[in-house]
T-cell receptor, first 112, second 113 residues
């Protein structure tokens, strides 16, 4: 079964540093998403990406966040200047038909 | 935006019994309702979903029912097994373009052997 892959699995960074979280969605999928989950809480929508542009973003996705699909396979989430409250599990997801998401295994981001 | 509430927060059941988790949603335009199972430290995995044009869907021991009028939907797990122990998240969205999912807070289901 095809998978969404995410790297790294765990990232520790100092407050104020930039981080890039990487995702390789399933190859024939068209819609791409980033969600995050703070420990013990619900999964929260960050941003959706379709046709090489952001289609929707949440209030969490402020100017510190950006996404890119630089080469047709990778889908990255960049946090420019990390804050302590950015510590969370970040999940990438993709879907072909805008339903039936496949989630990646996540990147645990720890900001110290 | 859509607001999804999920109850109860924790559910303990004896192995072999049934478990029912209920969710309510606020946006009457929502028409797609998936359920995800998340084991500790792992990714959410889709276990069943339902669209608003049907009232019930079943897949082996798992079923989902939808009441559009009352804006609630439920997950039913029959003949529970220890491997059913996990956090279950409901979600809702409108099947249009982005399909942004709004998740509930999750239910910790514990199946006692």
């Amino acid at each position: 079964e095809p998978e969404v892959t995410q790297t790294p699995s765990h990232q520790v960074t100092q407050m104020g540093q930039e981080v890039i979280l990487r995702c390789v969605p399933i190859s024939n999928h068209l819609y791409f998403y980033w969600y995050r989950q703070i420990l013990g809480q619900k999964v929260e929508f960050l941003v959706s990406f379709y046709n090489n542009e952001i289609s929707e973003k949440s209030e969490i996705f402020d100017d510190q966040f950006s996404v890119e699909r630089p080469d047709g396979s990778n889908f990255t989430l960049k946090i420019r200047s990390t804050k302590l409250e950015d510590s969370a599990m970040y999940f990438c997801a993709s879907t072909r038909d805008s339903y039936g998401y496949t989630f990646g295994s996540g990147t645990r981001l720890t900001v110290v | 935006g859509e607001n999804v509430e999920q109850h109860p927060s924790t559910l303990s059941v004896q192995e072999g019994d049934s478990a029912v988790i209920k969710c309510t949603y606020s946006d009457s335009a929502s028409n797609y309702f998936p359920w995800y199972k998340q084991e500790l430290g792992k990714r959410p995995q889709l276990i069943i979903d339902i669209r608003s044009n049907v009232g019930e869907k079943k897949d082996q021991r798992i079923a989902v029912t939808l009441n559009k009028t009352a804006k609630h939907f439920s997950l039913h797990i029959t003949e529970t097994q220890p491997e059913d122990s996990a956090v279950y998240f409901c979600a809702a969205s409108t099947l249009s373009g982005n399909n942004r999912l709004a998740f509930g807070k999750g239910n910790q289901v514990v199946v006692i052997p």
